[in-house]
């Protein structure tokens, strides 16, 4: 988001020089102006159907949503707030789109006709292959049968050649994405995060994570390979590296007392250890597991292997007859859908302070989508956290939507960025992401810090709250005697 454009609103003549030299709009508010009158035109203009991935009606109001919310997160001008509400109302009342009772199928091959979604962007197999989008190729580990042997790990991949995952990883979900998946506490049928439910209180000792040593849960004296290794002791200027460290006491198993019972959602967008994954193939995250980080033979911390101890799910077709760069799928993005509708005009009341009504929204999709018991948050504080929690769980790897959401929250301040000041420090991306590592007898865990290519020195500064007008182009204009401001702090 540069937050300012140079406002062409005819279309112009070769030998039109003066309109050639119109300067950059004077602020960010005027900018949001533009941008509202051009998509409230063509709400007027625009039809109530459409074929799938062309515009209508609700696909301009679903994006007038979406971009009210960070109108009014730039401008602080609360008429953007009430466009909000206005716009999602719309989507929602109109009838033509209904929450999938199936939420991990509306973002796999064959979901893209699902009825929740408003637009979508298609491509067919004919002129696709899986290398064609990051958002796939980037989220396959490249791993064989022989690696797996030589780490003598297991299991073996079923594919003859061994040849199921041979993508380009280099997106992983991280541990405090996981952690925003509540489990269903088996006693009182609560939502809560995975390591508050009796079921974990019960069969795990928390231990202090100091008390771990290098080569406790693998040492392997042939290659030196070590789980913790050096890269994991001590700290870093961000704090401990190793912040939780428990052991199962009794006969349970801590990926079962981790991953069962969640939120429906995590089993739509996450793989995690001991599930099944492309091609029916069962994958184990585990140390000495078979797409686990250190897979690869006297390397602890493979490149195309998780960093993090997850990979995505969602988004990653299982393509016939495996998943490689050259071979063919369908593919389609989701790019605005009625969950999000959800979200937009719960946050919205909440900047209106009406809490009962964007619980009641929060709660559409936390149990629909999520299958979870529905939020009882009562006061400002804890609806804001609900609702981050949320939003950060519908929408999780869908267009950039957090970090935009959590520059929309920055600039909020308050419950909405952990008690900062309106276009404070954004808490979220100023604190390092962290990776799990399980033993292979799924007795003991620890959470860690990933440093991998320093990956701990995450440091938000304000100025990200805008991108950068490109130098090229200022000077471009800058030469033909146009001056433009660069943004703050760029």
């Known amino acids: 988001m540069v937050g300012r454009f140079v406002p062409i609103m005819k279309v112009l003549e070769y030998d039109d020089q003066e309109a050639f030299k119109t300067p950059l709009t004077g602020s960010i508010a005027e900018s949001y102006e533009l941008v509202m009158a051009d998509i409230e035109a063509a709400i007027e203009d625009l039809p109530e159907e459409s074929l799938s991935g062309s515009v209508n009606k609700y696909v301009a109001h679903a994006f007038r949503s979406r971009i009210a919310l960070q109108a009014y997160a730039y401008t602080k001008d ?41 637009l979508g962007y298609y491509r067919l197999a004919m002129n696709t292959v899986c290398s064609r989008f990051p958002e796939m190729i980037n989220c396959v580990p490249n791993v064989n049968n022989d690696e797996i042997t030589n780490s003598n790990a297991g299991p073996a991949l079923k594919d003859a050649n061994g040849r199921s995952f041979e993508g380009w ?48 849960f693998v040492s392997i004296e042939a290659t030196g390979r070590q789980v913790p290794d050096a890269d994991d002791m001590g700290a870093t200027d961000k704090g401990q590296k190793i912040v939780r460290y428990g052991q199962v006491k009794d006969a349970s198993r801590i ?29 184990t995250l585990c140390c000495q597991g078979n797409l686990w980080a250190g897979i690869r033979k006297d390397q ?43 979200m937009n ?89 962290h990776k799990i590592q399980i033993t292979k007898d799924r007795k003991q865990y620890f959470v860690a810090q990933i440093v991998r290519n320093r990956a701990w020195n995450r440091n938000f500064s304000t100025k990200r709250y805008l991108l950068p007008i490109p130098q090229s182009q200022i000077d471009k204009r800058s030469a033909s005697g146009i001056i433009d401001e660069q943004n703050p702090g760029w």
Request: net charge negative; proline share 2%; glycine share 10%.
């Open 300 to 342: 602890a911390d493979s490149w195309y292997t998780t960093a993090s101890g997850y990979y995505w799910k969602k988004g990653v077709f299982d393509v016939s007859p495996r998943f490689y760069a050259s071979n063919n799928t369908d593919y389609h993005f989701v790019l605005a859908r009625l969950g999000e509708m959800y």
């Open 78 to 118: 609360s008429k953007y707030i009430d466009k909000s509400i206005e716009s999602a109302t719309a989507v929602i009342n109109s009838g033509k789109y209904t929450l999938t009772d199936n939420y991990g199928s509306m973002f796999q091959n064959g979901g893209g006709n699902n009825n929740e979604i408003i």
């Open 345 to 433: 005009r719960a946050e919205a009341y909440l900047l209106k302070g009406e809490i009962s009504k964007a619980v009641a929204d929060l709660n559409m999709t936390r149990t629909v989508h999520g299958g979870l018991p529905a939020s009882v948050a009562s006061n400002e504080e804890t609806a804001w956290k609900d609702y981050i929690r949320e939003r950060r769980v519908e929408m999780a790897y869908e267009g950039g939507d957090l970090y935009f959401s959590y520059l929309r929250w920055g600039q909020y301040g308050g419950y909405a960025n952990e008690g900062t000041a309106p276009g404070g420090i954004i808490q979220a991306l100023n604190v390092p992401v």
């Open 169 to 216: 990883a280099s997106y992983f979900p991280t541990q405090d994405l996981v952690d925003q998946y509540l489990v269903i506490d088996k006693a009182d049928g609560e939502a809560k995060v995975w390591y508050e439910t009796s079921q974990y209180k019960n069969s795990v000792e928390d231990k202090n994570p100091a008390s771990l040593n290098q080569g406790d």
């Open 255 to 283: 990926n079962e007392i981790m991953y069962e019972n969640r939120d429906k959602r995590f089993y739509g967008t996450i793989v995690y250890d001991s599930c099944t994954w492309l091609s029916g193939e069962t994958v």
